[in-house]
């Protein structure tokens, strides 16, 4: 498959990394925009802007284009061009909701001129940060089958009981499954005779209760969270905020810039905003931080947001989010203690791949920075009637949900599986595309 990117950012060289070695990518832009990064990458690279139709004759015909410069307009007009001139499929990075609200597909006014995907990064994020928060001290959360099935990872602290513990005798609860975990960095698929280790990050599936009771006898976590503050006023901590709002917890924004708290105040029903600096240790003290269930924050600065992170857990708060810019930050940022780095290019990227697959496979979620995947698979009729020990699978994989009609099941190895049953599975990202080949 033919791919066009128009944007030698951040954005695109993790797009072109992802999809280089099983497509043929060509990147558009400024000769002085390319990095060294896209030079390592077995890619075409054409010099100019892609709202020129000169140029996106050079970059040749494509079956995607995607636009993803810093600028809307100009990822708008290139994305109407390329559906225009190659008929391709297009997916548009924009910055603000009026532009997600009224590009896509279903809402456009174009005509036979439209956009196929509209991604907001901002909105992605906040999505990301609502659900770890609604968890308490869960480091990833995501929701599948309708919510009726939940994917949840936590972290293995000093004085947890199931340190040096085999997976086999610890007996997690009932519809629940162990899929994951990640040691030193590494995600690796765990069986039965697996011990758990501290910091050991452990990634389950199940019913979004029986979660819920592995929370709180295995991780001491029934408190829900109460108070939340957010450093950083913007497009992200707006939305968080009202979304918290909708929860009855009760939140507060600091943010720097005075006209924006004036906007907050009064677009914001119950939140209280404080105009000042997060990395104010003397605001953040009088503002009573330290107290808050938990602080995200979500300013525009990586330097800043891991400032203040590293203050409030200097005040005593127990659990901090911060938003990173740049995804080769995450691990540092994880590194000096912060609980969640989270990423909004990264929640763009998780978009991406499930818009582009052709396979009747959904990306349903990546997990520990692209390490893993959660494939949504639709049963074939020459498995029908399979127990699912009959499954060899030829890649390390679990079959973690199985969704029958409006139903949910955790399953065991005795579980048969039937036409049309979808499959939710957890695999490595790198043998995704095998997991695949088997269920054709």
Not at 20 to 48: A, C, M, P, W, Y
Not at 117 to 142: G, K, N, S
Not at 350 to 364: A, C, Q, R
């Amino acid at each position: 498959m033919k791919i066009v990117i128009f944007g030698a950012t951040e954005t695109g060289c993790l797009i072109a990394t992802e999809f280089f070695e099983d497509h043929d990518i060509t990147i558009i832009d400024k000769e002085e925009n390319r990095t060294e990064e896209f030079n390592n990458l077995d890619i075409s690279f054409v010099q100019g802007n892609a709202t020129d139709i000169e140029v996106l004759k050079k970059a040749g015909m494509a079956d995607i284009f995607i636009a993803c410069t810093e600028t809307d307009e100009t990822n708008i007009v290139a994305c109407l061009s390329a559906k225009k001139m190659y008929g391709a499929k297009t997916i548009c990075f924009v910055s603000k909701e009026e532009y997600k609200n009224s590009l896509n597909a279903e809402t456009n006014c174009f005509c036979d001129m439209f956009i196929d995907y509209v991604i907001w990064p901002e909105e992605l994020l906040t999505q990301d940060i609502f659900r770890i928060v609604t968890v308490a001290h869960a480091l990833d959360v995501e929701n599948f089958a309708d919510d009726k099935a939940r994917l949840l990872e936590y972290k293995i602290t000093p004085n947890s009981f199931i340190i040096n513990k085999k997976i086999r005798d610890i007996g997690f609860t009932k519809d629940t499954i162990i899929v994951g975990i990640t040691r030193d960095g590494k995600l690796f698929i765990p069986n039965g005779e697996t011990e758990i280790k501290e910091d050991d990050k452990l990634i389950f599936m199940g019913t979004p209760h029986s979660l819920d009771i592995l929370a709180g006898t295995f991780f001491h976590e029934k408190d829900h969270v109460k108070t939340a503050a957010i450093i950083g006023g913007g497009n992200v901590g707006e939305m968080l905020a009202k979304s918290l709002e909708d929860l009855k917890i009760k939140t507060k924004i600091i943010e720097k810039n005075y006209e924006r708290c004036r906007y907050l105040s009064e677009n914001l029903e119950n939140t209280l905003v404080i105009n000042g600096d997060g990395t104010d240790l003397k605001i953040l003290d009088e503002e009573e931080i330290g107290s808050s269930d938990i602080v995200i924050s979500v300013t525009n600065n990586d330097e800043r947001n891991l400032l203040c992170s590293l203050l409030c857990k200097q005040l005593g708060v127990k659990r901090v989010i911060s938003r990173v810019s740049k995804v080769l930050n995450i691990p540092l940022f994880e590194k000096v203690g912060i609980d969640v780095a989270i990423s909004a290019k990264n929640s763009a990227l998780n978009e991406v791949k499930n818009d582009l697959d052709e396979n009747g496979v959904d990306i349903l979620a990546t997990v520990e920075q692209g390490q893993a995947e959660v494939l949504e698979i639709k049963v074939k009729a020459e498995f029908n009637g399979k127990k699912l020990m009959e499954f060899h699978f030829p890649v390390n994989a679990i079959i973690g949900v199985v969704q029958r009609k409006n139903h949910v099941i955790i399953p065991k190895g005795n579980t048969e599986i039937y036409t049309d049953d979808t499959l939710i599975i957890f695999t490595k990202s790198e043998d995704a595309d095998k997991i695949k080949e088997y269920f054709g």
